[in-house]
């Protein structure tokens, strides 16, 4: 069974940089096709991918926050990390890990296990 | 890149059959056979319904069925039930290998 769980600050001023932890269980990051991805969504609001990473370690991001993104992993401790720097009002939403699968990971784009999510909000 | 146009919600009722839309550009949904698509209901994770434009995951009903025409893909869900009633959202690949979303549609069972 493939479970992944967020972890990080609920609150995080202006300016600042968000890190959020997915700790996953059920796969590895190590095989070949598995790929972990965020995802954000801002209340009321519409889904917004921000990255991936593969077992490859193919990384792949929006192209509109790339400046601003990065994503690592630590294998042994099944756990991928995001960071986002410079921090803003817009930025807050609910952030979302989750699992993919692609045989490709230039291409890989779907997603079919997600985390709870956890609410980011951005304020001084 | 801009996000997929989706109908802002959709309505039916128990037993009919609905269809959402969702349209992009031919550099992504007219390009790719990767498109997908999303449940969400208030207060959860989206979960996966169907991926590369037409195929199921295991467990989900084949009440669901997904579909393309040039720029345009579809999600169909037919012989409608009360627990559809949820967010679609769709989700595409993109030529500059990105994955870009749809703005989502309300989906509401009278």
């Known amino acids: 069974q493939i479970t992944l769980k ?43 991918w ?71 909000t951005v304020s001084s | 890149q801009s996000a997929l146009t989706q109908p802002a919600s959709v309505s039916g009722s128990p037993g009919q059959s609905i269809t959402i839309s969702c349209t992009g550009t031919s550099s992504d949904v007219g390009s790719y056979s990767y498109v997908s698509w999303y449940q969400q209901h208030p207060g959860k994770a989206p979960k996966l ?18 579909s393309k025409s040039g720029n345009t893909a579809s999600l169909t869900i037919s012989g409608l039930q009360a627990e559809d009633e949820a967010d679609y959202f769709c989700s595409s690949y993109t030529s500059n290998s990105n994955v870009i979303f749809g703005g989502g549609t309300k989906l509401t069972v009278l």
């Open chain 1, 50 to 120: 921000l990255t991936l990473i593969y077992w490859d370690e193919n990384k792949r991001y929006s192209p509109s926050l790339k400046s601003r993104l990065t994503i690592t992993t630590d294998t042994s401790r099944n756990q991928v990390v995001l960071s986002m720097t410079n921090m803003d009002p817009v930025d807050t939403a609910t952030y979302y890990c989750a699992h993919s699968l692609t045989a490709d990971s230039r291409v890989g784009n779907w997603f079919d296990s997600w985390g709870q999510g956890t609410l980011v």
């Open chain 1, 6 to 48: 967020e972890s990080g600050p609920t609150l995080v001023k202006p300016t600042q940089t968000l890190t959020l932890t997915c700790t996953f269980s059920g796969f590895s990051l190590s095989t070949s096709g598995v790929g972990v991805g965020w995802i954000r969504q801002p209340p009321g609001k519409a889904l917004e």
């Open chain 2, 49 to 66: 319904m169907v991926f590369d434009v037409s195929h199921r995951p295991s467990g989900i009903s084949n009440r669901f069925s997904g």
